[in-house]
């Protein structure tokens, strides 16, 4: 389980886009098949000399006809291709891809402070953490995390620990995508009036998930660490995400 | 025909639990599987299944292009072009849509011409028939709301001239039409307000063309299908079943149609819309030339070629009306123009009138088009009100086959046909195919 | 490219089915005022015509030298010129020339509230000069240059022939797959500028243009003679009024249906498919009837 989900979000995207175009694929080949049964059951008495029964045929082989069955499982085939356009028209168009990246500028944001910018349609915490924030973050061991992986997109597949949670040299600055991880409401936690729950954190007030100040899951339904998008810091006080 | 016996017998346990619940499994199979169909067909009857898959894609296409279209007139145009561009396929539903409107009227133009040469609307099939002009008009309304969405330069003077013949209403009681204008724009003007409007008709209007093709095909199933002799199924040898054999016959013209269909798709998109309509609607500026699409140009002929504004509003209106009066104003004793060697060249005469309607509306409304558009515009209502009752009632036919089955075994007419003597009475009604 | 050359016979056989079809008729009616359009051998003509990349990449050069100083090519976005089927420029390339472009991008508003403009980036327009129509109008004599994303697609060539070879001459369009209506006005209308007749009557401001609808029209020359840009070495081509005007044509015909390449070469692979199933079926339905006398 814990595998399935580790490249998630933005790699789990592209995992759909692949099943949804195995979907036609497989769509076809099994409408050939039924089309397939179909024409062996194509009965062949001339009402003219005689009556015509519907059944009969189905157990004789020799009324198998590989012309019709050819002719049935390519219609079929070319009509369950043509879903794949009706089913990708869906997915993110051309001009909500070029819009990946965004860049922000962070010299405004002062130690303890937190801004939330937009990336993808989608909030982003950016937080200057204080050293004891980050020191509380650093001294709770990995195995007592419900989810142990780091879930940053950046260092895909690592443990959990709070140097994985951010980029090296920027420890000071947590960058996540701030949405809860159990149903996506927004967790609370960004301003000071803000209740930060039981870790100093950020609090999910739909259904009560606790994130400790690296925005790991400590209590609650929730089931994974908040997601890291995939960034870089093109200054020390300048980033891009996407 | 509807109530031939039915031969469906459930082969499972499931199957037999949901007939007798729901039998939707044993009427697909009574009425499309095994049900009875003239074994003398020809490929002009193909043409019910084709319009069948037209009608279903534009619905499938139409509600894709509905999640990303705009309907406000500042961004209708932008979100078409962004579809063209930008969604995934978008270039591809885009033009299946567009071009669909085209191939759905072509297949329905068959259609029609093949019920008039055939006498399909004769009795008992007048209540099908005329569910098929309803189908007609509601087709016509959804192609002319569906053109005006795209925002283009003739989108919007479409809409502003169209809407403007009701304002011909003003002859009638002064202010009629100009409310009735109004009231249709939702303003003073064409504006965003008509645009979202027309949107959510031209959604709308496709569902009732749906439930009026159910209807349509429930009639066909009552009345059972005309053939090319017009005589009626009388044995069992007269019909075959429509599975597999007028099945496999519908799949190979609609394989055809469909070729026709993605080579304008693919290779042509642009070809049967217009150039201004790559340009932005602007309620300033009137393009040179406005035509409406080429399906409606014989209409648009026999509306100017009337020189009185309200005259040609009624004319145009009549033209499609006068259809569902054709069952009682043909008098012929036969139903198969085959079988009726005057009527036959007055038929072709109003397939070419109206061919003529269609290159006269494309052509500018002055000199000898106006001329021309006025003999034939004559020609197409004398057709109905004149040819059909006249030549039906002195008319004689040739002798037609005993049966379907004889027509298709080639057997000389038999003695039931409709004899040369001219012993049906004029005016009869009562086909002998009846008999 | 490879389609291209693949379905190239194919293509050969329809132009001669084609041209069978209209040497029966009289030529084309040379109608009175209306000029007489050229039918040019675009590369991506036709069933089977895909662009010219290299054609592209010049016809880009020339809309940035000469046509940009005044129009807007506002549907297509910098990210575009890099896509496949398009230029195919190099991304970082088409990064810095986005970067330098002159014409900013109005964004904002920032933290003070106030609009800011900034360099384009991939994912934005390729920005006319004007903000919008009246500043346009004002600046250049009330004349207003259109954008040109769709201008190919909106301009087209009209069938003006007499009524008996109409039908033929639409059945031969459609067989040969006539799609560049719009690139031939436009290519006409880049090349036919020249002195107005004795006796023409030309307003102030104006300029004569043989294939502009009346003839007068308020665009200056804007390919003189010889060419208005300096082709690279390796562009493939030589500049002159010629081939700017070709190949800025070419390029807009991408701009305006940048799906060309990718409809075509599907095109042919759905009519096989199209092909070989109606004759399966045909072939299939006729065994199924062979069952019955008919």
Known sequence: MANLWQFAPLKFSTRLHAFLRNLGLKAAVLLATGNMACGTLLFDDDPLEGGRSMTADVEDPNRRDILVVAASAFSAVGAASLIWPFVHQMNPDAGAQALASAEFDLAPVQVGQAITVMWRGKPVFIRHRTAEEIEAAKKVPVEDLPDPLSRNDNEPGTPATDANRTLEGHEKWLVMV??????????KGQTLADSKGDFGGWFCPCHGSHYDTAGRIRKGPAPRNLDIPPYTFLSDTKIRIG | MSNHASTYEPKSATAKWWDERLPVPRMMHDQFVDFPTPRNLNYLWTFGGILTFCLVAQLVTGIVLAMHYVPTADDAFNSVDHIRRDVNYGWLLQAMHATGSSMFFLAVYVHIFRGLYYGSYRAPREILWILGV????????????????????????????????????DSVIPGLGTGIVEWLWGGYAVSGATLNRFFSLHYLLPFVIFGLVILHIWALHVAGQNNPTGLNIKTKSDSLPMYPYAVAKDAVALFAFVIVFAWFVLFLPDYLGHADNFIEANPLVTPPHIVPEWYFLPFYAILRAIPDKLGGV???????????????????????????P??????????????????????????????????????????????MPIVGSIETPTKLPGSITDAVL????????????????????????DR | MTAYRTVAPLRSVLAVLGALICTGAPAMAAGGEAAHFERHEWSFAGVGGQYDRNQLRRGFQVYKEVCASCHALERVKFRNLVQKGGPEFDEEAVKALAAEWPNKITDGPNDEGAMFEREPKLSDKIKGPYKNEQEARSIQNGAYPPDLSLITRARSVHNEASWYIHVPMMLRDVLTGYAEGGSDYLYALLTGYKEAPQGFNLAEGMNYNAYFPGNQIAMAQPIPEGGAVEYQENAGAKSSLEQNAKDVTAFLAWAADPSLNERKQLGWTVMLYLIITTLLLYFAKKRIWSRVKH
């Open chain 2, 134 to 169: 309803f189908i007609l008009l509601a087709m016509m309304a959804t192609a002319f709301l569906g053109y005006s969405l795209p925002w283009g330069q003739m989108s919007f003077w479409a809409v502003t001239v169209i809407t403007n013949l009701f304002s011909s209403l």
């Open chain 2, 410 to 433: 080639g057997k000389s007419p038999g003695k039931s046909g409709a004899t040369g003597g001219g012993g049906v009475p004029a005016g009869a009604t009562a086909a002998p195919e």
């Open chain 1, 178 to 187: 701030g949405i809860c991880t159990h149903l996506g409401c927004i967790p």
């Open chain 2, 342 to 387: 005057i009527y036959k060249w007055f038929f072709w005469l109003f397939l070419f009138a109206c061919l003529a309607l269609g290159y006269l509306g494309s052509k500018p409304a002055e000199g000898v088009y106006v001329f021309w558009a006025r003999i034939f515009t004559a020609y197409y209502f004398a057709h109905f009100l004149l040819v």
């Open chain 2, 314 to 340: 009624i004319a145009m209106f009549a033209s499609i009306a006068i259809l569902a009066f054709i069952p009682w104003l043909d008098r012929s004793p036969v139903r198969s123009t085959k079988y009726r």
